[in-house]
C-alpha cells in the first residue's frame, strides 16, 4: 500500500487580519495546513481560522497560536508549539510587523527597538527554530526536506523617505538577514523577501487617497492582495530561489516619494 505524502504545514505569523489573513487563506486553499498567529487579535485570528478550515482539504489540520513576537521567550517558542500540534513544519511566512510612526525629530531607543524586536528580531529567531527543527527531521527521518522563509519587506526599502524612521530600519535589518541567513541555514533552508506596493488600505487613508495613491507607478497600479499572495506561493514552491527579495509593487520602488503614503 502506497503512503500519501504528509501535507505541507505552514506558519503564518500575524495573520489574523489584513495581508496575513490573505496569505493564510490562500495557503489553506492551496492545499497547506496552515498554523495561524496572532497577538492581541483572538477573535480576527478566531475567525480566520474558520475561514481557512472552510477552503482546506479534508482532513487538513488548522490550528491559531497566541504568542506576542516582542517577547524573546514566546518568540523562541512558537515554532516548537507548532511543531507539537502539527508534528511537522515546512515553512513560515513572517508577516507580523510593528508599524508605528517616528520621524528623524522624534527618534528614540524606545521606538526603534521596538520595531527591532517584532520586525527582524523575532523572524530571525523563527528560522532559526525551524532550521533545528529541519535538521532534526533530515536526521531522525533521513530524507532532506524543502524548507522556506519567507519575510515581508516593504518596497519603501528601494524608494525611502524620512518618514516610519524605526519601522524602515527594522525592515532594513530583516531584508540583510534575509541574505545572510540564506548563506548561515543553507541547504536545510531557503530564504526570500516578498516586498509588496501599496495594497491594502487602512485608518490613514480614505478609499478615494488609497486608490489615488495605489495608481502612481510605472504600471498604473500598484501591488493587489492577489499578487502579493501569488509572490508569497511563488517563493514557497520554487526550490530555485533564496537570498532574494521579489518586489511586488507595480514599479512603484522606481518612483520616488517624499512621505510616506500616508502622509502625502
Same mark, same amino acid.
Given at each position: ?13 500575524? =495573520? ?12 489553506? $486553499? ?13 477573535? #480576527? ?51 507580523? $510587523?510593528?508599524? #508605528?510612526?517616528? $520621524? ?5 531607543? #524606545? ?12 523572524? @530571525? ?15 531522525? #527521518? ?16 528601494? &524608494? ?25 541555514? =543553507? ?12 495594497? @491594502?488600505? =487602512? ?34 514552491? &520554487? ?26
Amino acid at each position: 500500500m502506497s503512503v500519501l505524502p504528509r501535507p505541507r504545514t505552514v506558519l503564518v505569523t500575524g =495573520s489574523a487580519k489584513r495581508l496575513g489573513r490573505e496569505i493564510a487563506l490562500a495557503l489553506a $486553499s492551496a492545499g497547506w495546513q496552515v498554523a495561524i498567529h496572532f497577538r492581541s487579535s483572538g477573535a #480576527e485570528a478566531a475567525q480566520t481560522l474558520a475561514d481557512c478550515r472552510k477552503v482546506a482539504a479534508p482532513g487538513a489540520l488548522m490550528e491559531s497560536f497566541q504568542a506576542d513576537l516582542d517577547d524573546e521567550a514566546q518568540a523562541r517558542d512558537i515554532v516548537p508549539c507548532v511543531v507539537g500540534y502539527f508534528g511537522a513544519l515546512d515553512a513560515v511566512v513572517n508577516s507580523a $510587523s510593528l508599524f #508605528e510612526h517616528d $520621524s528623524v525629530k522624534s527618534f528614540g531607543y #524606545e521606538a526603534m527597538l521596538a520595531h527591532m524586536r517584532t520586525n527582524a528580531g523575532a523572524p @530571525i529567531l523563527i528560522a532559526q527554530a525551524l532550521h533545528q527543527h529541519v535538521c532534526e527531521r533530515t536526521a531522525s #527521518e533521513g530524507a532532506t526536506a524543502d524548507a522556506c522563509v519567507v519575510n515581508m519587506l516593504d518596497q519603501k526599502l528601494w &524608494n525611502q523617505n524620512p518618514d516610519f524612521m524605526s519601522y524602515t530600519l527594522s525592515k532594513a535589518a530583516l531584508e540583510a538577514a534575509t541574505t545572510m541567513l540564506a548563506i548561515a541555514l =543553507s541547504p536545510q533552508l531557503r530564504v526570500v523577501g516578498v516586498a509588496p506596493g501599496l495594497t @491594502i488600505t =487602512s485608518h490613514l487613508l480614505s478609499q478615494e487617497k488609497f486608490d489615488r495613491l495605489h495608481r502612481l507607478s510605472p504600471l498604473g497600479r500598484s501591488s493587489t492582495v492577489e499578487d502579493v499572495v501569488g509572490a508569497v506561493k511563488f517563493a514557497l514552491d &520554487n526550490k530555485s530561489i533564496t537570498g532574494t527579495t521579489l518586489l511586488v509593487d507595480g514599479g512603484q520602488h522606481l518612483m520616488k516619494f517624499d512621505r510616506d503614503f500616508s502622509l502625502m
